[in-house]
Antibody
Framework: QVTLRESGPALVKPTQTLTLTCTFSGFSLSTSGMCVSWIRQPPGKALEWLALIDWDDDKYYSTSLKTRLTISKDTSKNQVVLTMTNMDPVDTATYYC?????????????WGQGTMVTVSS | DIQMTQSPSSVSASVGDRVTITCRASQGISSWLAWYQQKPGKAPKLLIYAASSLQSGVPSRFSGSGSGTDFTLTISSLQPEDFATYYCQQANSFPLITFGQGTRLEIK
């Protein structure tokens, strides 16, 4: 069974750095074609793709947020970590990690349950 | 970046109705399009990938069509559990991905 689970702080202060961890099971991020991505959703708003890391450790970022984002993986721990610097109240959102593969048309076939992050002083 | 525009933004329908949601890309994306269903407080669920391929376990009343810039998601006979928000997602510029703004499907 494939699962992903996000973890991290529920509350961060403006200007702080957010660190989120996605812990997954049921697949290996070393397998060719396998990727894990982060997506966020502000309350009542649409989904926004943030970042992706692939099996070959290539990393890709949203054009609008790339200066603030860093994605990394620890294959031995089955974890993907996202950091976002200089947090602002507009970054308040539910943050999801999800698996994406070419064999599923580069669609997100399995999602974590999401973790809500509030940015407030 | 490729922009994805869904229409309508919201739609009201009754159980048993046939419903169609449209997604338009700002440039051609071949068949690199997926559809998701999201219920309140839950993560999105993949329904359709590669424009028309049904994800395993998804009821056959859901179908997708289109290629290039215009795509549709059709629910042939609405069931009570189908009332949710639906999103399209393009993967033509993978790994740079974009979502539509969502379509809320409400009970009439």
């Amino acid at each position: 069974q494939v699962t992903l689970r996000e973890s991290g702080p529920a509350l961060v202060k403006p200007t702080q750095t957010l660190t989120l961890t996605c812990t997954f099971s049921g697949f290996s991020l070393s397998t060719s074609g396998m990727c894990v991505s982060w997506i966020r959703q502000p309350p009542g708003k649409a989904l926004e793709w943030l970042a992706l890391i692939d099996w070959d450790d290539d990393k890709y970022y949203s054009t609008s947020l790339k200066t603030r984002l860093t994605i990394s993986k620890d294959t031995s721990k089955n974890q993907v970590v996202l950091t976002m610097t200089n947090m602002d109240p507009v970054d308040t959102a539910t943050y999801y990690c999800a698996r994406i593969r070419g064999v599923r048309g580069y669609a997100f076939d399995i999602w974590g349950q999401g973790t809500m992050v509030t940015v407030s002083s | 970046d490729i922009q994805m525009t869904q229409s309508p933004s919201s739609v009201s329908a009754s159980v048993g109705d046939r419903v169609t949601i449209t997604c338009r890309a700002s440039q051609g994306i071949s068949s690199w399009l997926a559809w998701y269903q999201q219920k309140p407080g839950k993560a999105p669920k993949l329904l359709i990938y590669a424009a028309s391929s049904l994800q395993s376990g998804v009821p056959s009343r859901f179908s997708g069509s289109g290629s290039g810039t215009d795509f549709t998601l059709t629910i042939s006979s609405l069931q009570p559990e189908d009332f949710a928000t639906y999103y399209c997602q393009q993967a033509n510029s993978f790994p740079l991905i974009t979502f539509g703004q969502g379509t809320r499907l409400e009970i009439k």
